[in-house]
Nanobody, 124 residues
Framework: QVQLVESGGGLVQAGGPLRLSCAASARSFNKYVMGWFPQAPGKEREFVACISWSGCSTYYTDSVKGRFTISRDNAKSTLYLQMNSLKPEDTAVYYC?????????????????WGQGTQVTVSS
């Protein structure tokens, strides 16, 4: 069982940065593929980024390439999402998720554990 707790959300002006964190309780955090999935009001949860267990491989949706960076610190059992050049359309509750399989996945159905989410609001 893995427990995930997101933090770092808040209100930011368009163009500004924000860094999200996701602390995991898993003793073997370094065995999980991790991902970030925002859910905007009235919309379905969607994929933005994922990272391999080692941190060597990452994958992003096109809309955030060059603006968002996913990373992890396995020694601290923590996942990060550095978000730069934020846009109002990035406003959402951001969820982190853990996948107990080797391969990366952009499908939310491929993840086994979810956090409670952290709100990100970008004002114009």
């Amino acid at each position: 069982q893995v427990q995930l707790v997101e933090s770092g959300g808040g209100l930011v002006q368009a163009g500004g940065p924000l860094r999200l964190s996701c602390a995991a309780s898993a003793r073997s955090f370094n065995k999980y593929v991790m991902g970030w999935f925002p859910q905007a009001p009235g919309k379905e949860r969607e994929f933005v980024a994922c990272i391999s267990w080692s941190g060597c491989s990452t994958y992003y949706t096109d809309s955030v390439k060059g603006r968002f960076t996913i990373s992890r610190d396995n020694a601290k059992s923590t996942l990060y999402l550095q978000m730069n050049s934020l846009k109002p359309e990035d406003t959402a509750v951001y969820y982190c998720a853990a996948r107990d399989r080797l391969l990366l996945s952009r499908s939310l159905h491929g993840y086994d554990y979810w956090g409670q989410g952290t709100q990100v609001t970008v004002s114009s």
